[in-house]
């Protein structure tokens, strides 16, 4: 009797405690608990509401463990949240000390058992949960889109990020090719002109400048830089794709060294303008492309201008007049035979492709010297004799890495920016080349030639900008 009268005091005593029950609301975000946790009362223990005890369900009734403080309970609607493990397990899943959950990472997911029907309670909870996905994501975002940009990135640009950022830097790149570009362009057409001078034989010159390249070429590729030089072996079909605007481009060449050495520098750039008008009217003949009536009236002021500047120029003559207008019609061979080949070359740069070129050119130029110039070698001999070994091979040496480094530039451009931009940066290349040659050498220019030079440059700039503005070619 004493047992049970004790019993039954310890147990009204247990029962003095005010218990509140909680329901586990069932939503994915219960991550860490388990679905057979049991619901156990949170119950102040002694005294003070900021010391309760944990009660650790099980069917044999509820047990306290004092001295664990863990939340407050004050009221059935703003209570500590005490969820018990399964009594399998006998832990509780809301002491942080226990290596449990903390109570804070699961609060989301209970809702006081008296409330757990109320729309707004759920509604409430659900737009918590919604907001907080919400400030997740835009806090994400920057940071998948920096990836995402940074993974679309060459080695280059993956290297210039490093300094610039990644957004910066395929436009970096972008400026350092036209860079480039134009240094040693400006470069290669100074050194040319100087060796013509004491040395005009330029079909050797010619050749000289595409032997040079496609040595370059061969011991990049052989050091296994092969990204910088023929990239991959080319199959029979690509060689032959390639071989035709190679042809065109050897010729072309040669046909510009030879107004090189016959004219000054700003003539044969002011006649190379009168190259987009030869492209209008082969891509007609060849490709049955249609050119708009705007692109057809910007090619009259080139002409005019290129007519007016030849005719006042004083170092004019038809040799280089007539070589530098067969470099306009053989570079238009090529641009437009580029077009039809280049579609069947899959996997191959612009720099392997432009090393395929230099090769096949050196077969194409070679020639011409047994034919044209038989007295090149006594030349070479007398040059030798005069300058030294050093000198005179030094700088047929250095010419030639320019001529090769500076198209490599140009197509590698070319690779990154639209063919209208392209021209863009050639009409800029050609008024930089005409500025600086006239200041090196001290050419005077007549002021008909200053203004005749000038329009052609203009119309060469409304050609790219009316060629920006041509429709599209309806599909058949």
């Known amino acids: 009797m004493g047992g049970s009268s004790g019993g039954g005091n310890r147990s009204q005593a247990r029962g003095a405690a005010t218990a509140y029950p909680i329901k586990v609301a069932n939503t994915p975000e219960q991550s860490g608990m ?40 004050p009221s059935p609607v703003n209570m500590a949240l005490c969820v018990a493990a399964p009594s399998s397990r006998l832990a509780p899943v809301c002491s942080s000390r226990s290596g449990l959950r903390p109570l804070a990472a699961v609060r989301p997911a209970l809702v006081p058992a008296g409330l757990s029907a109320s729309p707004l309670v759920r509604t409430s909870l ?32 993956s290297s210039v990020a490093k300094v610039v950022g990644a957004q910066a830097a395929p436009t970096v790149v972008t400026l350092s090719f036209i860079a480039f570009w134009y240094a040693l362009n400006i470069a290669f057409n100074l050194q040319n002109k100087v060796i013509f001078n004491y040395f005009p034989y330029p079909w050797f010159v ?11 070429c061969i011991v990049a590729y052989l050091l296994g830089a092969k990204k910088a030089s023929f990239e991959r072996p080319i199959t029979k079909d690509e060689l032959a794709a ?36 030869f492209n209008v009217l082969l891509s007609k003949l060849i490709l049955g492309t249609s050119t708009p009536l705007p692109v057809m009236a910007s090619l009259i002021p080139i002409m005019l201008g290129v007519a007016a500047a030849s005719a006042a120029e004083l170092s004019f003559n038809w040799m280089g007049f ?40 050196v077969f194409l130029c070679a020639p011409g010297i047994f034919f044209f110039e038989k007295g090149v070698w006594a030349a070479i001999k007398q040059q030798v004799a005069e300058k030294g070994a050093t000198q005179f091979y030094g700088a047929l040496l250095s010419v030639g890495l320019l001529y090769h480094l500076y ?70």
């Open 34 to 73: 388990d679905r057979g946790a049991q619901v156990a009362p949170c119950r102040p223990h002694g005294n003070s509401p900021a010391a309760p005890a944990l009660g650790i369900g099980s069917r044999s009734g509820a047990r306290t463990l004092p001295g664990r403080p863990i939340g407050r309970c």
């Open 126 to 157: 659900v737009e918590q949960q919604r907001r907080a996905v919400q400030v997740r994501a835009q806090q994400q975002q920057p940071v998948v889109a920096a990836a995402a940009q940074e993974a679309q990135l060459d080695p280059l640009e």
């Open 206 to 216: 010619s050749t000289v400048h595409v032997v040079v390249g496609a040595l370059y």
């Open 242 to 277: 390639i071989a035709g605007p190679a042809s065109m481009h050897a010729i072309g060449h040669v046909a510009a060294n030879l107004s090189f050495a016959a004219v000054a520098i700003s003539l044969t750039h002011t006649v190379k303008t009168l190259e987009p008008a």
């Open 322 to 361: 007539l070589t530098a207008m067969a470099s306009n019609l053989t570079f238009g061979f090529r641009a437009v035979w580029s077009k039809k080949a280049m579609n069947t070359i899959k996997n191959l740069g612009s720099t392997g492709i432009y090393a395929y070129t230099t090769l096949i050119s």
């Open 407 to 476: 198209n490599q530039f140009a197509f590698n451009t070319l690779a990154r920016v639209s063919p209208v931009s392209h021209g863009v940066c050639n009409v800029v290349k050609r008024v930089a080349i005409i500025a600086t040659s006239v200041l090196f050498f001290g050419n005077k220019l007549t002021t008909q030639t200053q203004i005749g030079t000038a329009v052609a440059l203009i119309g060469t700039w409304l050609y790219t900008e009316a060629s920006k503005k041509k429709p599209e070619p309806k599909a058949a």
